[in-house]
């Protein structure tokens, strides 16, 4: 049957400061998988897949929107990876299928997956895969609005961030448990970590993240009934967002 959940609704612009898979990945060290070299292996005398060609598969597949499609080619991808002892694309494909199935509504389904990529980054001893992981997890019940059990992995990915001294990482986490304060009903709270995220961007010279801090800050103002700081707020959003062509 069908998925249910929030689908991609976390990447309303001000309302989710939202896990971005893709940088994600890249800030865990798997940046060099980007571009893969897709060439057949040849294996007596006969071409034989292996899982950087079904990884560039099911990306091209995800791009043209051929969700379904795209899964089966991560599962093959993964299925080689296994074969081949590759633990990099096995993360992959693992962390690239859990993200296609919370954008599709399918969060429920994508915690196997997320928690198949925690496993792998365990194995491999990948602080930051482990990180990148947590978040996964914790997207995927946010997605639900399981709150508390968002934050539990929220707070394990923002933990391993400030340990291991990923600045980029550490500012993710602050917005993604201000989101959840913020899905909890606690404004005040969720105030406090969006500022938090505020100034690891400002710091970093983040702007887009800067922009989406101002819009959920300038949310938590709104539920807090401070308009008129809310309306400061989601005007420097807007002019960020002008500037940077994100409209």
Known sequence: GACRGKGNAWFVVGRRALWDGRQTLEQAGLARYATL?????????????????????A???????RHKEALLKYQAAVDAAKREGDMTAMALAYAEAGQILVVIGCAREAIPEF??????????????????????????YDSLGEYQR?????????AIAQRTGD???????????????????????ALEYHEKR????????????????????????????????????????????QRTGDV
């Open 59 to 65: 990306r091209a597949l995800a791009e043209e929107h």
């Open 198 to 241: 505020l100034a690891i961007a400002q710091r970093t010279g983040d702007v887009s993240n800067e922009g989406l801090a101002y819009g959920n800050i300038g949310n938590a103002y709104y539920r807090l009934g401070e308009y008129q700081r809310a309306l400061e707020y989601h005007e420097k959003h807007l002019a960020i967002a």
């Open 167 to 189: 600045v980029s990482e550490e500012g993710l986490a602050y917005g993604n448990i201000g989101n959840v304060y913020d899905g909890l009903g606690e404004y005040q709270r």
């Open 37 to 57: 070299d897709i060439r057949p292996r040849v294996l007596g005398g006969a071409k034989k897949k292996g899982s950087k060609e079904f990884l560039a598969e």
């Open 150 to 158: 968002a934050l539990e992995y929220y707070e394990k990915h923002l």
């Open 115 to 140: 928690k198949a990529f925690l496993g792998v980054a365990k194995l491999a001893k990948e602080e930051q895969w482990e990180s990148a992981a947590y978040g996964g997890i914790g997207m995927a």
